[in-house]
């Protein structure tokens, strides 16, 4: 089954009001291909722009102290008439990442029966979604012939990164990698070998000259990054995607063309890319628009573009529901009377 054959609405949730709950372990053993996930993210992403979709502005909240954050993104997909809450907590931002305690869940609903589809960890949902959107992103705005990419950062976005872009990019030839981490580094090339066994990735050390050399620069490292590429290390018609931390504020206000996933987004989660005066520029597009065709990514060969990956509730509602459908097929989750 391919992204463009899954059934529409929830049919596999159960005929009453039970409650399908799908643990980590049990969305782990769920088999997805890379390019069935960036059909159904691509998909998101189109319907969105067809007006068919609802995507708010996510709630935040945050103590002053910032040793926490949470988050809830309500949504609906019109394709799949699902609806969908998702909520993010994270706990001990100040301490080392195996210090934190994380926990994600997203619950679905069939905006046609009524009835509940499934509440699941949404932790393998986000990771597979979020470099998916990068490889679109860069299979739309990357400059024709590009042969180079440079990945920052080896946590959970950056461990997929290359598969993901190799499933879109398939003529790269050089992958490198900056990273901080040993069991990160790791990470990243089991994950490269799992997808693509024959490719081998590039551990650099001197970033400017990797920056220097890439087509596609894609910064998925954590605050504490050292990392922090500028402008002007970058070719002329590079692509600098933004998902996490490394690389400068100069890459956004100096690009040729900035792209987002959502303006709003940027302006409420980007604001360490702002400049002196607290401002960032205007999105040329968004990129929903620009996969539907309606607005205009990449206009020249030549140009510098910024891209701003921050994630869409619509993408997660439809990944989320994937992996829903599988699992309810194969008869996994614990099924919970909550509304009995």
């Known amino acids: 089954m391919t992204g463009t054959d899954i059934p529409q609405g929830g049919s596999m949730a159960a005929d009453d009001k039970t409650l399908r709950v799908l643990s980590t372990s049990d969305v782990a053993g769920i088999d997805i291909t890379l390019p069935d996930v960036v059909s159904v ?28 954050v949470a988050y809830a993104m309500l949504g609906r997909d019109g394709v799949r008439g699902v609806v969908a809450i998702k909520t993010s907590y994270k706990y001990g931002l100040h301490e080392d990442r195996d210090k934190q305690h994380y926990y994600t869940t997203l619950t679905l609903y069939d905006d ?13 949902v986000g990771a597979l979604r979020t470099p998916a959107v990068s490889a679109l992103l860069a299979r739309e705005l ?3 012939g590009s042969r180079s990419a440079l990945v920052i950062g080896t946590g959970t976005q950056g461990r997929l990164a290359l598969p993901f ?37 590039e551990l650099v050390t001197d970033l400017r000259a990797a920056a220097e050399d890439a087509d596609v620069v894609l910064a998925t490292a954590g605050p504490g990054t050292p990392a922090s590429v500028e402008a002007e290390w970058l070719k002329p018609s590079a692509l600098s995607v933004l998902v996490g931390y490394g690389i400068a504020p100069s890459t956004l206000h100096t690009a040729d063309r900035v792209i987002a996933t959502s303006e709003a987004q940027m302006r409420v989660t980007g604001t360490d890319m702002a400049d002196a005066d607290g401002e960032l520029p205007d999105a040329h597009a968004e990129f929903p628009e620009v996969l539907a065709g309606r607005a205009e990514g990449r206009t020249d060969p030549g140009q510098r573009i910024f891209a701003y990956n921050s994630g869409l509730v619509v993408t997660d509602i439809a990944l989320g529901h994937r992996f829903a459908q599988l699992a309810l097929a194969q008869g996994l989750g614990t099924a919970v009377p909550l509304w009995t």
């Open 41 to 68: 993210v691509e998909q998101a992403y189109r319907t969105l722009a067809d007006g068919r979709s609802d995507n708010p502005r996510k709630l935040t909240v945050k103590p002053e102290d910032g040793h926490s």
């Open 112 to 124: 046609k029966t009524g009835l509940p589809v499934a509440m699941l960890d949404c932790g393998r």
């Open 142 to 144: 990357a400059a024709p």
């Open 165 to 201: 872009l190799l499933s879109t990019l398939p003529d790269l030839e050089r992958l490198m990698l900056f990273g901080t981490h040993p069991d990160g580094i790791r990470a990243v090339r089991e994950q490269l070998h799992a997808y693509f066994p024959e490719r081998e990735v």
